[in-house]
């Protein structure tokens, strides 16, 4: 027969039997805590993704409509420039009326010599004037003077002196102004614009090669130290077994730097709205800058030096901000453009007022 249970036996039993259900229970409250952990974890990356891809969207909307204000004030700049070239071109079919009508003049003088000769005087001094102030064309300015100081010298009269006293004063003003080349300031720009297209953007911007050698080499070297009989461990003494272990260690961390590496680079950039240019917003920061630098050349040969400064200097920042400047294309097209802006436009030319006026006067005395 067989002993009978004793109450002993009978709870240590029922304290098993209730164990393995607490312990089940458990698990599955720390699964399901987990789990929810977990979910949580998930849902608050998604909105933070979300979050980030919104405020994306709202900074290229910004870049989108900042570009559209930039093309619609370098088309209102256009248009006053076109203004500005029909009133040129206004004021030259004057001077060509003004030609026709000293010709018809030419044909109605015929009693005095220098009066013909004061006449042709007065209007190529009127017609250099205009060209000077409008055009800034001093070399044409010296050419008439000197042709006007020539007429004169051919004539005794005494009463010229004063005329010619005038003429050699202009002459002199004219030929201290200091030489500005406009047209090599203007090819050099041209020459800065047509460098755009090969400047690279910070969007583009390509991982470089890696310098370290490729992995398969690295691991058929690796494997070649670790096979080979001077590097395994029964070869040396028990001594050098740490430092065995040590130049291993230091290969294998080497080998996954150098692998890391690759795969993340690090860099500072001013501007993040730089690195999110699509390949639309690209194109129109390109044309944005050959137009900046387009409306430039026209203000230099309009010899409007506070539109050709401000718009080199908003050229240069946007350099700054969407191209890479460590590379050799857009450092040559900066050092070009700071020669560029370094050009003096501040030049004060001379009128000729002075000669005009002495021969108008010596006209109206009787």
């Known amino acids: 027969m067989s002993p009978s249970p004793t109450p002993d036996n009978l709870a240590a039993g029922r304290r098993k039997a209730g164990a393995a259900p607490r312990l089940l229970y458990a698990l599955i409250l720390l699964l399901t805590v987990l789990l929810l952990g977990q979910w949580w974890s998930w849902r608050n990356e998604m909105h933070i993704l979300r979050t980030e891809a919104a405020q994306r969207l709202k900074a290229g909307d910004n870049i989108n409509s900042e570009t559209r204000g930039i093309v619609k004030s370098l088309q209102d700049s256009t248009r006053e420039l076109q203004g500005k070239v029909s009133v040129l071109e206004n004021r030259q079919a ?4 003004q030609q026709l009508a000293l010709e018809q003049l030419y044909q109605d003088l ?22 000077l102030q409008l055009a800034g064309n001093v070399q044409g300015a010296l050419i008439a003077l000197q042709n006007a100081d020539r ?25 201290s102004v200091p030489a500005l080349d406009l047209t090599g300031i203007a090819l050099r720009l041209d020459s800065a614009i047509g460098q755009i297209d090969a400047m690279p ?55 996954m730097w150098s692998e890391v590496s690759q795969l993340i680079r690090v860099r500072s950039v001013e501007s993040s709205d730089a690195l999110l240019l699509s390949p639309t917003q690209a194109y129109y920061a390109r044309e944005n800058l050959k137009l900046r630098l387009l409306n430039a050349r026209l203000a230099l040969l309009s010899r409007n030096e506070s539109a050709f400064r401000s718009d080199m200097i908003a050229s240069q920042d946007a350099i700054s901000k969407y191209f890479d400047t460590r590379a050799r294309q857009t450092q040559n097209t900066q050092a070009l453009l700071k020669q560029i802006q370094s050009s003096n436009l501040s030049i004060d030319i001379p009128t000729l007022a002075e000669s005009l006026n002495a021969v108008r006067n010596y006209k109206a005395k009787p």
């Open 201 to 255: 953007l910070l969007s583009d911007e390509k991982p470089s090669l890696p310098a370290t050698p490729p992995k398969n080499n690295r691991r058929a070297m690796v494997h070649a130290e670790r096979t080979s009989p001077a590097a395994t461990p029964r070869g040396r003494p028990p001594s050098e077994w740490p430092d065995d272990l040590r130049n291993k260690w230091n290969s294998f961390t080497s080998e």
């Open 110 to 131: 015929s009693k005095n010599r220098d009066d013909w000769a004061l006449a042709e005087i007065e209007q190529v001094l009127s017609t250099a004037s205009q060209q």
């Open 94 to 97: 004057e001077a060509q009326s």
């Open 151 to 175: 007429s004169l010298s051919r004539s005794d009269k005494p009463q010229f002196i004063t005329i010619r006293r005038s003429i050699a004063r202009d002459l002199d003003r004219l030929r």
